[in-house]
C-alpha cells in the first residue's frame, strides 16, 4: 500500500510550474517564492459585506488545511483586497474579472470587478501554495483573469439515487474552488420526487419514496451556494419523465401509472379506458410515464407546483425538462389523438412544442427564464427559451440560428464515465464535436428506429457566426446517477469536473492534455484537503468489500476504468443496485497510477532510459498482485472481477518481458505479446462508444485495463 501511494502520488515542490486548474487567461511567474509559514492576514480597501468576510474566513480555513497551520510567531503576509460592488452578483451579467499580484516585497493584491471575483482570486491564491521542505510557499505571480463563458456549471441527478445535504454541499464547496458557478438541480424523475411541497403534498408523501429535501433544506442549501458565487437552477421535468409525479397524481396521466406492485410482478394485466394490455417488468420504463397535456388540470398543476418550488429558487432561471417524451404515451391515447386532430397538431412533438409554449408563458409571468432539454427546439417555441443541448452538438448550431440561448452538455456527461481527456477536448462552441457517425446510425436503426437520427453527427454544420457565439452562454456536465450512490458522487464528479471547468473558463488555446492530465492530480488532492471526500468513500468501499486485506483490490483498482459510453448501465440491468458496491463503482474514470505508469513509458521509449527501475516497480507490484487478489476474491462480486485481475498481471508481464529483454524477442513472443493486447483492446472498443457499448460483449466486472497505452509503447519499443 505504501508502495502504491509513492508511485501515484504527485510531487508538488518538483512541478515545474504553477499546477493552475482552470488556467488563468494571463499569468506570469517570476520564479520566486513568498513564505507563508506566518500565515496570510487579509486587509480590505472599504467594508466588507458579511458574505465577503465568510468567504474571507473560508480562505483562511482552506490555507490551513492546504499549507499547514501557521507558526506561532511567525510573521503573516499581508493580503490586501478591493472589490467593487456588482449589482448583477448571481446572475448571468454578474463582475467576475479579477486580478492578482503576488511578491515577496509588497505581499497579496487582489483586485476584483466584483464580489465573484474576490471569490476566483481566493481560490487562484490557494492553488499558488506549494509546501517544500523549506516550509509553505506561494509562487510570486501576476495574474490577469475573467472567464469565457458565463455559464460554468454541473447538473446533479438526486432523483434515480438521492444525495444527502452533506453530499451536495461538498460539491458546491469543490465548485467555488474550481470557479464553478451554476448547480443544475435535477430533483424530479420517474424514480422520485425529491422536495418537499405544501400545494401538492402526495409528491413528497408518495413520490418522494422517503427520501426528499424539506423546504428549509433547500433554502439552507440555496443560501450555502449563493455564499460561494454559485446559482442553482432547479428542473422538475415535464411533461415526459413523470412517473413519480403521476404515482401520486394519476389524473393526469397520458397512460395507466402501473403501481410498485405490477411492475414488480413478472406480468400482470392491466385495464384502462385505452385497451388491455400487458404490463411486464423486464419492458416497463420508468422514464416513458408522461403527463396528459390536452387536460387543463395539467397546466394547472405544472403552473401551480413550478410557483410554489420557484419561490425557494430565487434565480431567473427554471428548466422544465422536456427531453424523451414517447410518442406512444400519446399516440396509443384516442382522447388525446382526437384533440391533437381536433386542434391541428399533426405529431406528438406539435403538441408538445404547444404545451411548451404554455409553460414558457407561465414561467415567464413568475418571473423565470424557461429552460429545456434540446428536443424542445424541434418545433416553433418563444425564442426567450434556453435549450440544452444534449443530443449533439450540431443542436447547438440549430438552436442559436432560431435566436436561442444556449447551454452546452454535448460531450460532457460524466455517467458515460469517459476520461478527463475526452471532455477537454469538445468546445461549447463547435457544433461538429459530438454525434453518431453514419456508420454508428446505421447500426442503431433496427432497434432504435428514427430516434436516433436526433444523435448523429452533422458534418456540414457550419461554424457558429458571430451572433450565434453571443447566444452560447456556456456548459454544463451533467451526471446521471442510474448507478451513483450518495457515497460515489464525490468520485464520479472529480477530477473530471474540473477538467470540464477548464474548458468553461479558460482560453480555446488551451487544449494540452498532457498538460491538464499532469495538473490534475494536484488540484484533486486540494480539493480533498479542503473537504471533498473521493479517496476515503472509495477507501471505505474498498474495506468494505475486502475487510481482511484491502492492498489487492485497491491496486486492482487504481490501475482499472469502469467500462465506458452506458456500458456500466447495461450491465447494471442485470445486477441492479449490487453494481454499486462492485469493484466497477470503486474503479475511476481517471486512474492516476495509470496515467502517470502511460507518461513515464511513453517518455521511456523515447530516451528517459533511467526510467526503466521505477516502470519495472509498477509492472512487479501488479504482475504480484493477483496472488493476492485470488485470496481476497471470496463474493460473487470480487469473483466477477478475478479475470481482469489475472489479465492485468499477463499485461504487466508482458511490459516486464519488453523492457528486459526487448533486444531477444522473436516472432513467436511477439505474435503472443500482440494476441493478448489484441483482445484488451477489442476490450476497449467494445464500448468505445454508445452504440457499440449496446452491442458487444462486456467484461462482468465492467472493468479496463489502464494501463494498456504504457505497455503498447514498451512492447512496440521492443520490436
Known sequence: MALLAALCAPALADTPSVPLMPRPQSVSLSGQDVAIAGGVRIEWAGTPSPMLRRAAARFSSRLAQVAGAPVSGGAPVVLHISSRSDPAYLSVQEREHYTLNVTAQNGIRLDADGPAGVLHGLATLLQLVVRTPQGPVMREATIDDAPRFAWRGIMIDVSRHFMSVETIQRQLDAMELTKLNVLHWHLSDGTGFRVESLRFPRLHQVGGHNQYYTQAQVRAIVAYAADRGIRIVPEFDVPGHTLSILEAYPELAAQHVPSAEERQSPCSITINTVKTKAICNKVYNLNNAAFDPTKPQTLKFATELYAEMGRLFPDRYFHSGGDEVSPKQWNDNPAILAYMKQHGYADAPALQAAFTAQVERALARQGKIMMGWDEVSEAPIPRDVVVETWRGSKWIGSATQAGHPVVVSSGYYLDLLNPSSEHYKVDPYDPRAVGLSPEEVARARPKQGPMIDAFALDPDAKPLDAAQQKLVLGGEAPLWSEIVSDEMVDARLW???????????????????????????????????????????????????????????????????????????????????????????????????????????????????????????????????????????????????????????????????????????????????????????????????????????LPPSGLLIAILPGVHALVNHAH
Open 495 to 697: 477530477p473530471r469536473s474540473a477538467a470540464i471547468a477548464e474548458r468553461f473558463w479558460s482560453d480555446a488555446s488551451v487544449r494540452d492534455v498532457a498538460d491538464m492530465e499532469r495538473r490534475l492530480p494536484v488540484i484533486q488532492n486540494e480539493l480533498e484537503a479542503t473537504g471533498l471526500q473521493a479517496s476515503a468513500h472509495e477507501n471505505a468501499m474498498i474495506a468494505r468489500l475486502t475487510p481482511g486485506n484491502v492492498g489487492p483490490l485497491t491496486v486492482l483498482t487504481s490501475v482499472t476504468n469502469p467500462v465506458r459510453n452506458y456500458a456500466m448501465n447495461r450491465l447494471a440491468s442485470h445486477s441492479g443496485d449490487a453494481m454499486l458496491n462492485a469493484p466497477g463503482a470503486i474503479a475511476a474514470p481517471d486512474s492516476f497510477a495509470a496515467m502517470k505508469f502511460n507518461d513515464m513509458a511513453a517518455r521511456y521509449v523515447a530516451g528517459e532510459k533511467e526510467l526503466a527501475a521505477p516502470l519495472k516497480q509498477m509492472l512487479d507490484l501488479y504482475l504480484a498482485n493477483d496472488a493476492g487478489y485470488a485470496a481476497v476474491a471470496t463474493t460473487p462480486l470480487l469473483q466477477d472481477a478475478r479475470p481482469v485481475s489475472q489479465q492485468l498481471a499477463a499485461v504487466a508481464r508482458v511490459g516486464l518481458e519488453a523492457i528486459r529483454k526487448h533486444r531477444s524477442h522473436g516472432r513467436h513472443w511477439h505474435r503472443r505479446v500482440n494476441k493478448l493486447l489484441a483482445t484488451q483492446d477489442a476490450t476497449f472498443a467494445a464500448c468505445a462508444t454508445a452504440v457499440a457499448s449496446y452491442t458487444h460483449e
